[in-house]
């Protein structure tokens, strides 16, 4: 594999029936690379906690996806309210989801923590009221997982 292999897709703010298939089909891809499952594992994490924060908190975005031989970056892109104070949103717990997305057993305040223990770098720009940019790599080991 020379170029990097791309996905792109799209999440709708509050479609909890549609959320988890990018999550699925970032996971299938790196299946059919032939990525180990430990990585699969972890990408699958990151993607499927930042596409519910897109459906939980930002009203949707898009979440682009380049595996390249060395490593999975991830980014998301919203329009939504932005992160006031990105450090207390990185807190396990920490959660500004609305009562009515509790109540379906959504957002605890672990999709931004668990991004961060999967990946190996996160970068998260965020401005209230403009949205929020999230950037997270997972390097795979050489020889140990990566596209040969």
Excluded: W
Aim: hydrophobic share 40%; with cysteine.
């Amino acid at each position: 594999m020379n170029s990097p292999y791309e996905l792109e897709f799209s999440v709708a703010g509050e479609d909890f029936l549609a959320a988890g298939e990018g999550s699925n089909r970032v996971k299938e891809t790196l299946k059919m690379l032939g990525i180990a499952s430990d990585f699969c594992r972890r990408a699958s994490i990151i993607t499927y906690e930042a596409e519910m924060n897109l459906v939980i908190h930002a009203r949707g975005g898009t979440v682009h996806v380049e595996i390249c031989p060395e490593q999975l970056v991830l980014t998301t892109i919203d329009e939504g309210p932005g992160i006031e104070d990105v450090e207390l949103a990185m807190q396990e717990g920490y959660s500004t989801a609305p009562d009515h997305i509790r109540e379906m057993g959504f957002g605890a305040g672990m999709g931004l923590s668990n991004i961060k223990r999967n990946a190996d770098d996160l970068a998260i720009d965020s401005r209230p009221g403009e949205g929020t940019t999230l950037r997270a790599v997972v390097r795979f080991a050489q020889g140990k997982g990566g596209i040969a």
